[in-house]
């Protein structure tokens, strides 16, 4: 059978070398894209690097003592206004109550 070749006029030409244009601006853009991404992880990790650690260390070390904490905290000695008592609020933090 007959097949068809598209003749390559002038306007199909200057499409054709604008399409190709095209794709190259877009391979950079991507370029730069990925670039622009690789430092933002980069950065983010640097920042967040230590603080992460410190953190996941720390719950690591919860849970290797059985949620206990290393060293015991105790609340200071709390005072209050006369005619007032010391309540403990639903986690334990100590408040004032007429």
Known sequence: MFTHT?????????????WAQEKGASLVEYALLVALIAVVCISA????????SKSTGDA????????AEDTPTTQ??????PGWQIQLDQFGNPYCYP
């Open 6 to 18: 598209p003749r390559l006029t002038p306007s199909t030409a200057k499409k054709t070398a604008r």
């Open 45 to 52: 990790v640097a920042f967040l690097g230590t603080s992460t």
């Open 60 to 67: 690591g070390t919860a849970v290797a003592n059985g949620g």
């Open 76 to 81: 200071p000695e709390m005072q209050c206004a």
